[in-house]
């Protein structure tokens, strides 16, 4: 049973580009999540996916937006990029028909440095 | 004030001790309580979960929570060196909803 899969592994990219960070979800799960983890810090929830739509926002700008599509694999995309955009990206899945808690299980992540 | 402190540690003990860790939470609301465990330079693992106050065991981990108090706690028993890692609670307010971390407390099990 494969878990979480994210791609790529390790990006680089200068300031102003544009990134699109992609993620398949463990098998049965329909739910996205993406969280941003700088280093020595916990992860901070971007938002949620779920059915295609953005279900849940945290406190990130417009910069930051998503996908979702029809198979519930996810994408994450970051315009006009800074150098604080530096961080481990993480992508998270949980299942809405699974028993509560419907934890959230993480991918490996994808690690942006913005130069 | 953060929604979760944590204490960033590091915490060191020798191999076979017992590894004790906790946070503390402001807001009631939060109802779910979950603890990962992640390695340097990879993606957090998911240990234990609970949703109500008392303990819940799972091998060499007990998790401990206290509504009452705001107060989540993690025991790992016989430590190993394979368990230096940071660990990380979590919280939320719903089921499936958005996660809410502490800052990650550091562990060196030392052999």
């Known amino acids: 049973d494969a878990g979480v899969t994210q791609s790529p592994t390790h990006l680089i990219k200068t300031r102003g580009q544009q990134v699109t960070l992609r993620c398949s979800p463990k098998?049965?799960?329909?739910?996205v999540s993406w969280y941003q983890q700088a280093l020595g810090q916990g992860p901070q929830f971007i938002f949620q996916?779920?059915?295609?739509?953005?279900?849940q926002r945290g406190n990130f700008p417009d910069r930051f937006s998503g996908h979702q599509f029809p198979n519930y694999s996810s994408e994450l995309n970051v315009n006009a990029l800074l150098l604080g955009d530096s961080a481990l990206y993480l992508c998270?899945?949980?299942?809405?028909?699974?028993?509560?808690?419907?934890?959230?299980?993480f991918g490996p992540g994808t690690r942006l440095l913005v130069l | 004030q953060k929604e979760v402190e944590q204490d960033p540690g590091p915490l060191s003990v020798p191999e076979g001790a017992i590894v004790s860790l906790n946070c503390t939470y402001s807001?009631?609301?939060?109802?779910?309580f979950m603890w990962y465990r992640q390695y340097s330079r990879k993606g957090p693992e998911l240990l234990m979960y609970?949703?109500?106050?008392g303990n819940k065991e799972d091998g060499r981990f007990t998790a401990q929570v206290d509504k009452s108090s705001k107060y989540i706690s993690l025991f790992i028993r016989d430590s190993q060196p394979s368990d230096s890692a940071t660990y990380l609670c979590?919280?939320?307010?719903?089921?499936?909803?958005?996660?809410?971390f502490g800052g990650g407390t550091r562990v060196l099990v030392k052999p």
């Open positions: 998270a899945s949980s299942s809405s028909q699974g028993p509560v808690p419907r934890a959230q299980y």
């Open positions: 098998s049965g799960h329909d739910t």
């Open positions: 996916y779920y059915e295609e739509e953005e279900r």
């Open positions: 807001n009631s609301a939060f109802q779910y």
């Open positions: 609970t949703y109500s106050s």
């Open positions: 979590a919280i939320s307010k719903a089921a499936g909803n958005k996660l809410t």
